[in-house]
């Protein structure tokens, strides 16, 4: 009894401390992890938040004019031809006096995004009160913006300044998304001459879509020339197709530029054995578009289907023809499915770096070929609209997540990443 109660001891104190060592390696092994984990969390994690934070961020109007943006939040009109009653014409009046001249400006430029025009009408209206010496009465205050700018007295106006009222708000999410919100609050599409971001998402996957699938048809046959090929050819063929990574972006752009133009390399050459009786449009269209940005993702597919082509032992494809198999079955049947894992992953990688590309679409595209990335640069470049940009990259991002999560389901993360 004494020993069978001497070895229940034993065994609780080898189960405790192989329980304390496992903890002793789990604590290391998070310590190993924990700055690649701080190093993702603040160059991906964090930038993404700021992101969905700048799309919704609306703090103009509440900045520059807080009793304002505080009276229009409570406002509440009957119908969408109301007017706000005195005391915000008045608060707005005395506030728009007294703001600082970069507030006004901001909150002039985040007025315009609702109605166009508004900006100068506040920016005027702002010069006006400031010249003005002495502060009108409640009542007359009303009268006294009208008689500044007749703009005052349509409801229209003041429900665009209701709507950037808030600290937060849908308005760019909305827009990215071709909707808006009309004077009564309902959301509505936009009027059908500024529907175009939609249509720009639509361009950014068709186009994505379709280099992908180039890529594919090029890249598959020139990954399996590699991995069939003997060492010095294959070393060759590798070489040949990591020559772009090792060339600036910028610089494969203008080589193709000069190659594609109406004197360049080509034309020449299909001239000179008489195949063209004049120059081809290659360049500045979407022929250009294609064949530049196939070259430039090629090395995204072809480097993962090696990779797995590499794996696969050649007397698979052998033992099917020993066994009476036709080569083209057994490609189909043996070789085709053990090459899937890198097909997914090269098609999503080549997928999701096309529809983020902006330098090369810039410069090779014609006006209505260019994608998401170069609207996205032109609001933070141009019209400084961080807002939008935000907006724009969150809606290209949604996009891309569901196509990664749906070929996760359909083809599974494993594969996608290359694994068995």
Do not use: C
């Given at each position: 009894m004494a020993q069978a109660v001497e070895s229940d001891v034993e065994t609780g104190d080898l189960k405790r401390e192989w329980l304390r060592s496992g903890k002793s390696r789990r604590n290391i092994s998070l310590l190993l992890v924990a700055p690649l984990f701080i190093y993702v969390l603040v160059t991906f994690m964090l930038p993404i938040g700021l992101v969905l934070y700048r799309s919704v961020?609306?703090?103009?109007?509440?900045?520059?004019?807080?009793l304002t943006a505080t009276e229009l939040s409570q406002w509440r009109p009957a119908t969408p031809g109301d007017l706000p009653p005195d005391t915000v014409f008045a608060t707005f009046s005395r506030e728009l006096a007294d703001a600082e001249r970069h507030d006004v400006a901001e909150l002039a430029r985040r007025l315009?995004?609702?109605?166009?025009?508004?900006?100068?009408?506040?920016?005027?209206?702002?010069?006006?009160?400031?010249?003005?010496?002495?502060?009108?009465?409640?009542?007359?205050?009303?009268?006294?913006?009208?008689?500044?700018?007749?703009?005052?007295?349509?409801?229209?106006?003041?429900?665009a300044m209701k709507r950037a009222a808030p600290h937060y708000t849908p308005y760019y999410l909305l827009a990215a998304l071709d909707l808006r919100h009309a004077d009564d609050g309902t959301i509505v599409r936009a009027p059908e001459d500024q529907r175009t971001f939609v249509d720009i998402l639509l361009r950014t996957l068709r186009i994505s879509a379709i280099v992908t699938l180039v890529a594919l048809l090029l890249g598959f046959p020139y990954a399996n020339l590699m991995a069939t090929s003997g060492k010095r050819f294959a070393l060759f063929l590798m070489i040949a197709v990591m020559l772009p990574f090792w060339t600036s972006l910028l610089a494969r752009t203008s080589a193709w530029i000069v190659m594609l133009q109406k004197e360049g390399l080509i034309n020449t050459f299909l001239g000179y054995v008489g195949l063209i009786d004049r120059p081809l449009e290659l360049i500045f269209n979407t022929t250009g578009l294609y064949i530049v940005m196939v070259h430039?993702?090629?090395?995204?597919?072809?480097?993962?289907?090696?990779?797995?082509?590499?794996?696969i032992p050649p007397h698979f494809m052998r033992a099917s023809a020993s066994l009476g198999a036709h080569p083209m079955r057994g490609f189909l049947h043996v070789y085709l499915p053990m090459t899937l894992p890198g097909v997914g992953a090269g098609a999503l990688l080549t997928f999701i770096v096309t529809a983020g590309y902006y330098i090369t679409p810039s410069l090779v595209a014609s006006a209505r070929d260019q994608m998401i990335g170069y609207f996205i640069a032109f609001f933070i470049d141009k019209t400084i609209n961080w807002g939008m940009a935000s907006a724009l990259g969150i809606m290209l991002l949604v996009c891309v997540a569901a196509i990664y999560m749906i070929a996760a389901r359909t083809v599974g993360v494993r594969q996608l990443a290359g694994l068995r």
């Open positions: 961020e609306n703090s103009e109007l509440a900045q520059a004019l807080p315009n995004y609702e109605i166009s025009g508004l900006r100068t009408i506040v920016m005027s209206t702002a010069r006006k009160i400031r010249s003005i010496k002495t502060e009108p009465a409640d009542e007359d205050a009303r009268q006294m913006l009208i008689e500044i700018d007749p703009h005052w007295n349509e409801p229209t106006y003041w429900h430039m993702m090629l090395p995204f597919m072809v480097l993962p289907i090696f990779a797995t082509m590499k794996g």
